[in-house]
C-alpha cells in the first residue's frame, strides 16, 4: 500500500493529473460566408473572389455551378432569362446565341441553358466548355438580331442550325413551334432553304419544311412523324370538325377525313379532364367519327401497335369504300 502510495506521489511529481471530468466539447458548422450581392442573380468568378469568396467556398453547399466560372447561390430560383445575361457578361462581345438557345429567345419551348450554345469567330479563342456549347464559324451582320439586348442568330438561321445539329423529330418540334406561333410559314422555310444553297442544314430545312405543321404539342409533332416514317397518308392537322347539320363537334389533333378517322395524344393531365375527354369522345362518335387514342407511351415504346392500329383502320376504310 505504501509503495502504491509512493508511486502516485512521483507520477503526481512529474506532471501527471486526474481526468476531471467536463462538458463535451462540440463543434459547431462554420456558417458560409454569403455575400449579398450574390444573392439575386448569377455571377462569374471574378465577381465571387472580389466579394470575398474563394474556388473553395463555391464548392460548398450554399453555391450552384452554372458553368465554367459561373455560379449562382442555391437559394436563387433557376432564370433561364438571368443566366443568358449572365454568359453575356462573362462572354466576348463577338458572341451570338445560337440553336435552341437563339429559339428559345424567339419564344420557342425549347430549353435554352442545357446547355448555352453560342457561335463566334474562331479568332476569339473560346472553347466549348461545361454549360456552354462553343461553335466557330463567321456569321454576316444580317442574320444577327437583338431579342431584349441579347444578340441571336435571326429566325431563319437558327432553324436552319437546329435542323443541322438535332434528330429531325426534334428539328420538326422547333419547325412546328415557329408555325403555331406565326413566327414563319413553310413558304418562308423553303425558300429560305433553297436561297442556301449548299450551307450545312439547309437540305434537311427543306426536306422538314414540307412536313411542319402547326401542332399543339412536341407529342403530336411526334405521333405525326411516326406515321410519316411508317410510311402511313399525311393527315390532317388541328382540324375543326363538325357534324352532318354543321355544328361544331371537336378540333382534332390528327384527322384523316376519308376516312373520317380522328388520332388524339392523351397527354399527361388526360385524367384531370377525364370526364371532359369521355364526353367529346362521345360528341365524336355520335356524329359519324372514328377515334384512336395514344399516349406518351404508346409513341416512345409502342410504335408497331401505333402504325398497325392507324393502318389496320384506314385500310377498313378503303375496303368498305371498294365494296
Known amino acids: 500500500m505504501a509503495a502504491a502510495s509512493f508511486q502516485l506521489r512521483s507520477l503526481y511529481g512529474l506532471g501527471w493529473r486526474e481526468a476531471v471530468p467536463g462538458p463535451r466539447s462540440c463543434t459547431m458548422p462554420r456558417t458560409p460566408s454569403i455575400p449579398r450581392e450574390l444573392t439575386t ?16 467556398a463555391l464548392r460548398g453547399s450554399a453555391w450552384r455551378r452554372l458553368g465554367r466560372e459561373l455560379y449562382c447561390w ?3 430560383k433557376v432564370d433561364a432569362w438571368r443566366q443568358l445575361v449572365a454568359w453575356r457578361e462573362l462572354l466576348p462581345r463577338e458572341a451570338v ?9 424567339f419564344g420557342l419551348d ?47 438561321w437558327t432553324l436552319t442550325d437546329i435542323c443541322l445539329r438535332y434528330p429531325a423529330v426534334d428539328a420538326l418540334i422547333a419547325l412546328d413551334m415557329a408555325l403555331r ?6 413558304i418562308a422555310l423553303v425558300d429560305y432553304a433553297e436561297a442556301c444553297g449548299g450551307r450545312a442544314g ?3 430545312l427543306r426536306f422538314l419544311a414540307r412536313l411542319a405543321a402547326p401542332a399543339e404539342s412536341p407529342m ?10 411508317a410510311r402511313l397518308p399525311r393527315p390532317e392537322v388541328q382540324t375543326n370538325l363538325h357534324d352532318p347539320d354543321g ?43 372514328r377515334l384512336l387514342r395514344f399516349t406518351a407511351s404508346d409513341i416512345h415504346n409502342r410504335t408497331e401497335v401505333v402504325e398497325s392500329q392507324v393502318r389496320g383502320a384506314l385500310m377498313r376504310t378503303v375496303g368498305a369504300l371498294r365494296t
Request: glycine share 8%; charged share 25%; proline share 4%.
Open 41 to 56: 442573380r448569377p455571377f462569374s468568378l471574378d465577381e465571387a473572389r472580389a466579394a470575398g469568396l474563394t474556388l473553395s
Open 74 to 76: 442555391e437559394g436563387v
Open 247 to 289: 355544328r361544331f363537334v371537336a378540333r382534332a389533333d390528327l384527322y384523316y377525313p376519308v376516312a373520317r378517322l380522328v388520332l388524339e395524344y392523351d397527354g399527361g393531365n388526360h385524367r384531370d379532364r377525364l370526364a371532359e375527354d369521355d364526353r367529346r369522345q362521345n360528341l365524336l362518335i355520335n356524329a359519324g367519327f
Open 97 to 105: 446565341f445560337a440553336g435552341a438557345t437563339a429559339g428559345w429567345l
Open 181 to 186: 406561333a406565326r413566327l414563319t410559314n413553310v
Open 220 to 229: 403530336e409533332t411526334r405521333l405525326r412523324w411516326l406515321l410519316n416514317q
Open 110 to 156: 425549347l430549353d435554352p441553358i442545357h446547355p448555352v450554345e453560342i457561335v463566334i469567330p474562331s479568332s476569339t479563342g473560346v472553347r466549348s466548355r461545361s454549360g456552354l456549347t462553343v461553335r466557330h464559324c463567321q456569321i454576316a451582320p444580317g442574320d444577327i438580331v437583338t431579342v431584349r439586348k441579347l444578340r441571336a442568330t435571326n429566325l431563319l
Open 202 to 204: 439547309a437540305g434537311r
